[in-house]
């Protein structure tokens, strides 16, 4: 087995929304392990610190005007979830408040940056968990598309949707993009690696494992849904995605791929 590599500012563990490092893979290069994970080895996140890299363009159009709007629609609330994102994930899920949960000691509920956050923060680490799908896959001959296995993510998530009073047709929709947004991430690994196989993940993680941690994502994801139908169907919505997004990519210092797949996910967020 070989030696794991010490962690560097560009080569630091992945957290999950509940602070456990489960690590993943980066687009640019070899994968590397995470002594703490509770899967094992299991590879860490690569993040291009300082890199420019870019949003869809659809999204990056928007950001100038955006910048201004969240200052007009973002509210106490936005204003808060603005300047308290120290850590990675450090308000992923709770900042969604659970349908019919009061909201948190000054927030101001209606907050679209509030609300759009921890879609765009989500949909960030579930990206970065194709990375751990990737690396569990690459070597098997597993295929990346797993139709069955998409239809149990659409249906669980389609059915949570239900029972929490959102719609089950958007939240599909909007769980369509999170799992191309994960093939995009683990055919971009793929093609890395496939170019330097001295890049390739050299331990394999426990897929059941990672997908249990894309279960809580989901669960959490559908939660974000259930709580933002204001700020996803207003015609601001792209505008404020755009931002909450960028802010992600740069606290996340995603890379292009993960950046590309973040995109991705969020394509059709707004609209309802
Ligand atoms: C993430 C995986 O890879 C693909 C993406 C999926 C997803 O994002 O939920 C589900 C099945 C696969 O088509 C996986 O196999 O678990």
């Excluded at 703490?36 to 291009?48: D, L, N």
């Excluded at 994102?85 to 679209?112: I, M, Q």
């Excluded at 751990?132 to 069955?148: H, Q």
Aim: net charge positive; proline share 9%.
């Amino acid at each position: 087995m070989p030696g794991r590599p010490p962690a560097t500012s560009r080569n630091r563990p992945d957290k999950t929304a509940s602070g456990r490092a489960v690590g993943s893979v980066g687009s640019s290069g070899r994968a590397t392990y995470d002594r703490r994970s509770r899967h094992g080895a299991v590879p860490e996140a690569r993040y291009e610190k300082g890199r420019k890299v870019q949003l869809i363009p659809s999204i990056r159009r928007l950001l100038p005007a955006a910048a201004s709007a969240v200052l007009l629609l973002a509210g106490a609330g936005g204003a808060q979830a603005a300047t308290t994102t120290a850590g990675a994930h450090a308000n992923l899920p709770h900042a969604a408040p659970a349908p019919g949960a009061p909201p948190p000691a000054g927030a101001f509920v209606h907050s679209p940056y509030r609300q759009l956050r921890p879609l765009a923060a989500l949909s960030a680490e579930r990206a970065a968990l194709g990375d751990l799908v990737a690396a569990a896959k690459w070597g098997t001959g597993a295929p990346i598309d797993d139709p069955a296995r998409e239809r149990e993510v659409l249906d669980a998530a389609a059915a949570q949707a239900r029972r929490l009073g959102a719609d089950p047709e958007v939240t599909r929709r909007i769980f369509r993009d999170q799992i191309e947004a994960s093939k995009t991430v683990q055919r971009g690994l793929y093609r890395a690696w496939e170019a330097d196989p001295a890049r390739a993940p050299r331990e394999r993680p426990d897929l059941a494992k990672v997908r249990t941690e894309i279960n809580r994502v989901n669960d959490a994801l559908v939660r974000a849904v259930a709580a933002s139908p204001h700020a996803r169907s207003a015609p601001y919505c792209p505008v404020v995605l755009g931002v909450v997004a960028d802010r992600v990519r740069h606290e996340e210092r995603l890379d292009a791929l993960h950046t590309r797949a973040l995109g991705r996910a969020v394509r059709s967020v707004c609209g309802g």
